[in-house]
């Protein structure tokens, strides 16, 4: 008992370990990856100077610069070495807590999320195959990813109040309204995907999908508000509102400089790979590719193969995010709420109540034996045409009912005064 107690604590502490150096590694290149990115749609030269190991090799070949590869660790040791320097203003223990909550709330939501299927057994770990999360048969794994990525909103009101800045306190309050407003669409979609998979474990629902079809597929107006709500979440244009340095200098964190800004910083690219995980766990069938059959006993081949495509799946995703990034002008304010209140919540109950109608109809003990003999093979079909059909209708009423057209001309019938006599 004792050797299976020590060898489950070595396990955690090793998959511990190599979950927060691999997160925090390819955060630092993700930056990288976005900034050459942005260069290649801008048509400009990125980060290309800076090589491995850093210039040592431009000695015998000049040509040769590895892509800019040792950039983010040259950035990484900058802000190391700059001054930490502390507003006189600012409340200071809250504004040293500030980033530590949003940065450990971002790395705490990994320890659900799988990273593959399970490996064969090491003899050191014990005689069970090893899975490739950090918290194994966690029965609440959605929700708590879910609750993890709220605490978010305290790290930002913390850093925005604690920092007694007019600019930084404006973003801090529009940082809590969006998020707040994104998480109820947010968590509309999860819970589509949720009723029809009947499970709130990350590894449940990828095993139900590989089954009976991505849910993306079935549910495609569920897939667009979760995805939507994701980009809102995670503070990325076009809803990077919170920041707008156009209008309000960094926003939230205006007044962070140091390794307290790399916290913030490093916490929002977290926060857009944690969305990525989310997204092909939920949407795209996680590990799941067609072809690949399941294995009975686990092996190396079949855990690296399914690792891999889990890996292209998240590269997809974020490559993804960052092209909308660098592609897609910022909302207004006003717009973005709009977009949430007015368009993302109904469609997020539309596919709320589509889904559980149609659950409920394939109930053994409604309409399932019916559904069985007519359709047999073809059910997934007519689930995914039923899905489309939801989504193309909810689209269109959306669009028909709401404003087609954004009026952004100055209103020069408005008088200042008349608004705000302080004006």
Request: hydrophobic share 55%; with cysteine; proline share 5%.
């Amino acid at each position: 008992m004792e050797h299976v107690f020590s060898a489950e604590i070595v396990q955690a502490i090793v998959k511990t370990v190599l979950l927060l150096n691999g997160i925090l590694f390819g955060a630092a290149y993700f930056v990288l990856m976005e900034r050459r990115v942005a260069a290649w749609i801008q048509d400009r030269h990125g980060p290309n100077r800076v090589g491995l190991p850093l210039s040592l090799l431009r000695r015998n070949w000049k040509d040769v610069s590895l892509f800019g590869l040792g950039q983010p660790m040259v950035d990484g040791l900058k802000m190391i070495l700059k001054e930490e320097y502390t507003p006189g203003q600012v409340d200071r223990r809250l504004y040293l807590l500030a980033p530590v909550v949003i940065m450990a709330a971002a790395l705490a939501a990994f320890a659900v999320i799988p990273f593959g299927d399970c490996l064969p057994p090491i003899a050191i770990f014990g005689d069970e195959p090893i899975q490739l999360v950090a918290a194994p048969e966690c029965d609440v794994g959605v929700i708590y990813v879910f609750a993890l990525s709220s605490i978010a909103v305290y790290g930002v009101i913390l850093g925005g109040w604690a920092s007694n800045s007019k600019y930084s306190f404006l973003g801090g309050l529009r940082a809590s309204a969006q998020m707040i407003a994104y998480e109820l669409p947010l968590g509309l979609g999860l819970l589509g995907v949720v009723l029809a998979t009947g499970s709130l474990r990350l590894d449940e629902i990828i095993r139900h999908q590989a089954e009976h079809g991505w849910c993306a597929f079935l549910q495609p107006l569920g897939f667009m508000v979760f995805l939507v709500a994701a980009f809102a979440e995670a503070g990325r244009l076009p809803f990077d509102l919170p920041e707008a340095e156009q209008e309000l200098v960094g926003g939230y964190h205006t007044e962070y400089a140091g390794m307290k800004l790399v916290l913030f910083l490093t916490a929002e690219f977290i926060h857009m790979i944690t969305a990525s995980f989310l997204i092909v766990i939920l949407f795209l069938g996680g590990w799941h590719l067609w072809g690949m059959s399941a294995a009975a006993e686990p092996t190396w081949l079949g855990a690296g193969l399914r690792c891999a495509v889990l890996m292209a799946k998240i590269f997809g995703v974020v490559f993804f995010f960052m092209l909308v990034r660098w592609s897609w002008p910022r909302f207004r304010f006003d717009q973005l709420m709009s977009l949430a209140w007015k368009v993302m919540l109904p469609l997020g109950l539309v596919n709320l109540l589509a889904v559980a109608i149609l659950e409920e109809l394939q109930h053994p003990e409604m309409l399932g034996s019916w559904f069985q003999r007519t359709f047999g093979e073809g059910t997934m079909l007519m689930e995914i045409l039923v899905g489309w059909g939801v989504a193309v209708i909810a689209l269109l009423a959306v669009a028909l009912i709401g404003p087609l057209i954004t009026d952004n001309r100055p209103r020069h019938d408005l008088r200042p005064n008349a608004i705000d006599r302080q004006i």
